[in-house]
């Protein structure tokens, strides 16, 4: 039978077809020179109804990348994309709206509805062997240890581990086996070979993780054929060996096989005990769907309770319906709160496979060196609002000024740092980086002291040594830190009244934090501050001492002085001898002999005494 032609298909088709070969010019070596050129290319593929072109647009124009900057044609082209629920552009306009920034209206309902579009077909694609998909890696470029354990199928990690694999080492099996089935640490997507490891290490060395994992694809016939009933059996044999996951297998294959829901709830409660987000989940799905064993009817409040569970786990269909519960309102366990729900759901659309590819594309370039198409692949990535790709991109342009400065028509390091921060569970070092952009001011951005204080603050509120040593610093050149913040940091300021206490803290915080030698700079610098006040207590000691001795001896010799001068005062100076009276017939004392004039000063008169001091 002959397939009837479809018009759109065959559109969509050519739009897809001038998107690759438009990428393929951009990700050469000096790709960024023809984004220019390009333009026009992915227009048509947009135009085409193919709206990954829709995103690139939406990136070249909202970032100035190598051209004007036109935030009012970004944000056109992001609806187009949205509007074909292209992932990217989804993702997107979700952040922005989540955000308010570039012009994008605060809006946590349209937030909400593009971040849960993308969520919900997270764990779809996730079961798709299709697509350009990759496991979303956390992986940071400041990280060497990370980054030298990336790898692909030549790489010296992946052929270490293959060679261990075959040697029967079940931890190596089990690795690579994941490495191919999710697409992960550089590795391409293969199912069919990671069902191969699976097998080998399930059968060979009778590892319960390998036989769990072997039972799971059996039974969902990822990368193999269906086999139930092998399925079953190695899934009682890993359960037997106290694998909470099999416990929790054997309750999904009763529940979705059997309809035996009573066997399903009896071993999803023993894993649940275990500590099983899954099995937490499935209970909740239970109690939803009205089917918990003994339990009459729905139970949406105990459900709600066991998907909240679940979803604390890492749970991706638990935190959907917690999303869903915030939004909505409807349980009174659950208030509604579209913040909330927005956080939920973009922790989850963040997890597409399809933003893994883009990231792991920028990753690999940088690896190999090639900075125009690691720009370009963290510029699409970090647009969508992941902070990874934020906090990787401004660490890109810092290593690449001249790059930055070239092809964007933003401060980079400024706007992505500054993004990052305002994400949740943001890395400490982006929160130092925004501490120094403010001290210092940064192009057109004016220094902010008080901002500083509060950059640095929460990087010490994250247990970041660094953060307390910096704002010890500032305290140090006379900026104020302000009550709440030192409260923020659980210093209480009645404690501490002045600077002195409270840097003595603060280098004391930090030294504890410091994960390097005895003789770290938080050390040292509150080993200096120790001996800055005990020279300054010693000093201010010594010259109270000093000057007490020094104006006591002055009033002694002032009254010993002046005792002398009126002594002086009270009594006539004597003759030094007696002129004879020449008619007087007694006789007078013998004249002493002549001396020389010089020899003797005049006497003193009583009516013109020495001045007294």
Not at 80 to 100: A, C, D, F, P
């Amino acid at each position: 039978m002959q397939v009837p032609w479809n018009r759109n298909d065959s559109v969509l088709e050519i739009g897809g077809r001038i998107f690759e070969k438009a990428v393929k010019r951009l990700s050469g070596v000096h790709g960024l020179h023809q984004i220019s050129s390009v333009i026009p290319f992915l227009m048509d593929s947009s135009c085409c109804g193919y709206h990954k072109a829709s995103y690139y647009l939406t990136v070249f124009y909202e970032t100035g990348l190598n051209g004007p900057r036109d935030q009012l044609q970004g944000m056109l082209y992001s609806l187009v994309g949205g509007q074909g629920s292209e992932r990217l552009s989804s993702l997107n306009l979700g952040y922005k709206h989540y955000q308010g920034v570039d012009s994008y209206p605060l809006d946590w309902e349209l937030s909400y509805a593009y971040y849960s579009n993308i969520a919900t077909k997270t764990p779809l694609d996730q079961h798709t062997l299709q697509g350009d998909q990759a496991y979303v890696e956390t992986i940071r470029l400041k990280d060497d240890e990370i980054l030298k354990v990336q790898t692909k199928e030549d790489g010296d990690v992946f052929m270490w581990l293959k060679h261990e694999a075959t040697r029967g080492n079940a931890a190596a099996q089990q690795r690579l086996a994941q490495m191919l089935f999710w697409g992960q640490q550089g590795v391409a997507k293969n199912p069919e070979a990671a069902v191969e490891w699976y097998a080998k290490g399930a059968l060979e060395t009778e590892d319960p993780a390998l036989i769990y994992d072997y039972a799971i694809v059996l039974f969902k016939g990822q990368g193999v054929k269906k086999n139930r009933r092998l399925a079953l059996e190695l899934m009682k044999k890993a359960a037997s060996k106290g694998l909470h996951q099999a416990v929790n297998g054997l309750g999904w294959y009763y529940h979705k096989f059997r309809k035996n829901y009573a066997k399903a709830a009896k071993y999803w409660l023993k894993a649940e005990e275990m500590g099983n987000p899954d099995a937490s989940y499935n209970l909740g799905v239970l109690y939803l769907d009205g089917i918990f064993p003994g339990v009459p009817g729905r139970n949406l409040t105990l459900a709600g309770e066991y998907f909240h569970k679940a979803a604390q786990g890492g749970h991706i269909e638990g935190t959907l319906w917690c999303s869903l519960y915030y939004i909505t309102g409807n349980l009174e366990t659950f208030p509604r709160d579209p913040e909330k729900a927005v956080v939920w759901a973009k922790h989850v659309a963040e997890k597409n496979g399809y933003l893994g590819h883009v990231i792991r594309r920028g990753l690999n370039a940088y690896l190999e060196g090639l900075w125009h198409e690691a720009l370009l692949y963290y510029v699409l990535a970090a647009e969508t609002g992941i902070e990874v790709s934020q906090t990787n991109l401004a660490h890109i342009c810092e290593e690449r000024p001249d790059l930055a400065g070239r092809y964007l028509g933003i401060n980079c390091v400024w706007r992505y740092y500054n993004f990052s921060v305002f994400q949740i569970d943001a890395p400490s070092f982006a929160y130092l980086k925004m501490g120094d952009l403010y001290y210092y001011g940064h192009q057109n951005q004016s220094q902010d002291l008080e901002l500083s204080v509060q950059m640095y603050a929460q990087a010490a509120l994250d247990g970041d040594s660094q953060g307390f040593f910096n704002l010890a610093l500032l305290i140090e050149e006379g900026a104020v830190v302000p009550h709440h913040i030192l409260e923020f940091l659980e210093i209480d300021p009645s404690l501490h009244p002045s600077n002195s206490s409270i840097l003595r803290e603060l280098y004391e915080r930090c030294w504890s934090l410091s994960n390097e030698e005895s003789l770290s700079p938080c050390s040292l610098a509150w080993l200096y501050l120790h001996l800055r006040l005990l020279w300054g207590a010693i000093l201010h000691s010594a010259l109270i001492y000093f000057l007490g001795t020094f104006l006591l001896s002055i009033g002694i010799a002032w009254m010993v002085l002046h005792f002398q001068c009126v002594s002086a005062s009270g009594s006539s100076p004597a003759p030094a001898w007696v002129v004879a009276d020449p008619t007087s017939s007694t006789p007078s004392p013998a004249v002493p002999p002549a001396a020389d004039a010089s020899d003797h000063d005049p006497p003193a008169m009583a009516n013109n005494p020495e001045p007294c001091g």
